[in-house]
């Protein structure tokens, strides 16, 4: 109904502004280091009992000590002392500048490379893609003059063939584990292109059903191993601050991109053209992380460079 009311470029604006939603989600992403307690423990060989203060009507046949009034003074001084110095330590962790909370909460490490990696912008991309795919199907089948119930089944062996592979990774995590993330993610990233261009150069129904079911199962490589995926390119104490990086670049590729698809769209009135465009986002990041995963691989293989010294002769 968006989609026939609202135009599809300004549909896909309106998903951009929900999709804006995300800028929120990395506001409220903080380390939980943060949030714990910090409980001081005691040091049990110099503790010091202290003596519990009485009231001069009690049991006879109860045992008791009470403190002199010198004593009394000297632990009404060491409660005071206590409270200063929690008041002080209260006063400086207010007096903390904003400059050093934004630095503790951005790790502008991360800025410099991680954002500029496969494993934060072709993560992004990819999402985008497989994203602005899924709302332009019903539409595209329509276009190709499919029927209701046909469009029906296709969408739901689209879902089912994404349910299965979920369940195929929750019984084969054993035998997953072998290979990283991304090798596993490559691999959807080929089956995502493979299935589209084979649905756009068939026009049978079954066939095209066939290679919507394997296209679920595409999708839910793209879109459950990002957690994955982004783990294994940052250090344990930079994961918290990777996804919302990765968050906030996601969110601005649905910004920019989604307009940008549905206006090329409207301009050519061609639902296949926007879907090859959505597939070569697929395959540059493809063809990137192959590039990426064999210099990395073949790096460790060069041989280091020798320094020759230069000789003077007399």
């Known amino acids: 109904m968006t989609i026939s009311y609202y135009g599809f470029r300004g549909a896909f604006v ?17 380390p939980v280091a943060r949030h714990m307690k910090k409980i001081e423990i005691p040091n049990i060989e110099n503790s010091e009992m202290k003596l519990l203060l009485v009231q001069d009507k009690v049991d006879a046949n109860i045992p008791c000590v009470k403190l002199s009034d010198k004593e009394k003074e000297i632990d009404k001084k060491i409660d ?17 500048s904003i400059r050093s909370i934004i630095l503790e909460a951005i790790d ?28 332009m199907l019903p539409q595209t089948l329509y276009a190709m003059n499919w029927k209701e119930d046909e469009v029906a089944w296709a969408v739901s062996l689209n879902s089912l063939g994404d349910l299965v592979t979920r369940i195929l990774f929750i019984i084969g995590s054993s035998w997953l584990v072998r290979f990283e993330s991304q090798q596993i993610y490559l691999v959807g990233l080929f089956l995502a292109v493979t ?3 084979g ?17 679920g199962a595409s999708k839910c490589t793209v ?29 601005f ?25 959505i597939t070569s986002c697929f395959g540059i990041v493809f063809i990137f992380w192959i590039v990426e995963m064999v210099y990395k691989k073949n790096k460790h293989k060069r041989k280091p460079k020798t320094q020759t010294s230069k000789k003077g002769f007399s």
């Open 14 to 30: 309106l998903l951009s502004a929900i999709n804006m939603h995300t800028f929120v989600a990395v506001c409220l992403m903080q």
């Open 80 to 96: 005071k002392k206590g409270e200063k110095d929690l008041e002080i330590d209260v006063a400086t962790e207010k007096s903390r």
């Open 108 to 135: 502008f490490s991360l800025m410099k490379t991680f954002i500029k990696s496969n494993a934060c912008l072709g993560l992004a991309i990819c999402g985008f893609a497989d994203l602005t795919f899924t709302l």
């Open 195 to 197: 299935t589209r261009l």
């Open 199 to 215: 649905m756009l150069g068939v026009e049978n129904v079954t066939t095209i059903l066939t290679f919507l079911t394997i296209m």
């Open 223 to 251: 879109l459950l191993l990002i957690p994955q995926v982004i783990a294994e390119a940052v250090k344990p104490e930079q994961f918290t601050s990777a996804m919302g990086i990765f968050m906030l670049v996601f969110g």
């Open 253 to 277: 590729s649905n910004l920019s991109l989604g307009p940008l698809i549905g206006a090329v769209r409207d301009l050519t009135d061609s639902y296949p053209t926007a879907i090859y465009i």
